[in-house]
């Protein structure tokens, strides 16, 4: 039996070597992972700064929410004129209460206890600023509350630790880090005046904390609408340091007027004056900041004052020596508010560390309040 030959030859199976990774690719490789860690490491500052805009969004929308229902739950709206007043205007002495005469009538005001019990002078007004208010300087009166709704006389004046327990919001609580990973984090607590006794309530850092402002709408009559302005304030100071001001009162350009009448806002310019509160204060106005327009209005034979807040949207940028524009957002400027001649507004004024306003329209809880018997 013949064996049947094949032509294929046997296939020799080559191995070549792995040459391995070079330096360059090496390096590379470091390169690329470098860059990624360092693009994760720099968005951690940013998460951060996020997840706190969100916080603080959050803390000052419920704050907001809360000011309203405690402002109709201690009847603030309630002013009460005479002996048995809820309201109290600040004085040298203590607060006294503000009389129903027709000089108080369509009166502006703002309900800011903690100001009044802040131990500071030269608040009988607001802004600061203003000690004697007249013809080209609008201000209210800054008034407190008394310490119990019961009409009885004598009465006392709301105190500090009244205020705090409705005019900051307590929502912020503080922790202790544990000192070992066997301990945990646990709440501080707050003891009884002293400092010893038992514990009263849950400690909070009380960042954020508010007063309101009441201003009529423009009438010709005597009404009791007012619009209510619940200001939050995130650390909010009140020591007097004209190096760092807390509320200033700049003037405008007399020229300046709100275009498309005023619409939900427009551009206002802040003048160079001698009468500056503050050097340079026009500095101060930041995008983001909330600021008061105030405006002495004709009323008769004489004026009234009239104010609106509004958001800062956009600002030139500051040079000293010069106007500064800054655009402003919010509610619309009545067309009739005339002021005296030549321009229409006038000044504004700036309370730091504002950040957010909430208005409602209300009617004051007293019939005739404004009128004269």
Not at 303 to 325: E, L, M, P, S
Request: aromatic share 10%; net charge negative.
């Amino acid at each position: 039996m013949e064996l049947l030959k094949s032509d294929s030859r046997p296939c020799r199976r080559t191995t070549s070597a792995h040459p391995g990774l070079t330096l360059i690719e090496v390096l590379m490789s470091l390169f690329v992972l470098s860059i990624g860690l360092l693009g994760v490491a720099a968005l951690i500052p940013a998460a951060h700064h996020l997840a706190e805009q969100g916080a603080q969004a959050d803390r000052k929308s419920q704050l907001g929410q809360a000011a309203y229902r405690k402002f109709h739950v201690y009847n603030m709206g309630r002013p009460n004129f005479g002996p048995d007043s809820y309201w109290g205007a600040f004085t040298a002495g203590p607060p006294s209460g503000i009389a129903p005469v027709n000089a108080n009538s369509l009166n502006c005001y703002c309900i800011d206890p903690l100001m009044v019990l802040s131990g500071e002078t030269d608040i009988t007004y607001f802004p600061r600023t203003v000690t004697t208010p007249g013809p080209g300087l609008p201000a209210m009166y800054r008034v407190t509350l008394r310490s119990t709704l019961t009409p009885t006389v004598p009465y006392g004046w709301m105190t500090l630790s009244q205020a705090q327990s409705i005019f900051v919001g307590l929502d912020d609580l503080e922790y202790e880090l544990p000192v070992t990973s066997e301990d945990d984090a646990h709440q501080k607590l707050d003891r009884v005046a002293g400092g010893t006794g038992a514990f009263v309530r849950r400690n909070a850092r009380g960042r954020f904390s508010w007063f309101a402002t009441l201003v009529p709408e423009l009438s010709t009559t005597v009404e009791d609408d007012y619009v209510l302005s619940v200001i939050v304030v995130k650390e909010r100071e009140f020591a007097l340091d004209p190096q760092k001001p807390n509320e200033l009162m700049i003037p405008l350009n007399p020229q300046t007027d709100f275009g498309d009448a005023g619409l939900g806002g427009g551009d206002v310019t802040m003048r160079v004056a001698s009468d500056d509160p503050v050097v340079n204060a026009r500095a101060y106005i930041r995008t983001g900041d909330w600021v008061l327009l105030a405006q002495q209005v004709a009323s008769g034979t004489g004026v009234r004052n009239y104010f609106r807040w509004y958001h800062v949207i956009n600002t030139d940028d500051y040079k000293a020596g010069t106007d500064r524009t800054v655009m402003l957002s919010g509610p619309d400027w009545n067309p009739n508010v005339i002021g005296p001649a030549p321009g229409n507004l006038n000044n504004l004024i700036w309370v730091k560390n504002v950040v957010a306003v909430y208005e409602k329209m209300i009617r004051l809880e007293a019939e005739s309040v404004w009128t004269e018997s």
